[in-house]
Nanobody, 126 residues
Framework: QVQLVESGGGSVQAGGSLRLSCSAL?????????MGWFRQGAGNEREGVAA???????SYADSVKGRSTISKDNAKNTLYLQMNSLKPEDTAMYYC???????????????????WGQGTQVTVSS
């Protein structure tokens, strides 16, 4: 059974940084064609933030491009999202997701993904 567990969320002031982590239990990241981070703020739809293909190709939403970096540590079976220069509009629940494959041509669309974590809350105050 696949289980994705996020951590690293918290409350920060605008301009601060956070690093989110996602650990895969029960399977390794090499089993998936793509991993991604999504977020959902209050009253908003779930939106793709960043994605990392198995061949190392990354995708970012325009709203976080230049401020965020997605990466993974295969030895630790952990996916990361480093977020810098945080803004109040980054406030949301952040979810880790995995796509079984074959990979779709839509890395930032939630329906591409098969497995989801429970989320970790990020709150950015002005």
């Amino acid at each position: 059974q696949v289980q994705l567990v996020e951590s690293g969320g918290g409350s920060v002031q605008a301009g601060g940084s956070l690093r989110l982590s996602c650990s895969a239990l029960g399977n390794t990241y090499s089993s998936y064609c793509r991993m991604g981070w999504f977020r959902q703020g209050a009253g908003n739809e779930r939106e793709g933030v960043a994605a990392l293909d198995g061949d190392g190709v990354t995708s970012y939403a325009d709203s976080v491009k230049g401020r965020s970096t997605i990466s993974k540590d295969n030895a630790k079976n952990t996916l990361y999202l480093q977020m810098n220069s945080l803004k109040p509009e980054d406030t949301a629940m952040y979810y880790c997701a995995a796509e079984r494959g074959p990979c779709t041509f839509a890395p930032l669309f939630f329906w591409s993904y098969d497995y989801w974590g429970q989320g970790t809350q990020v709150t950015v105050s002005s």
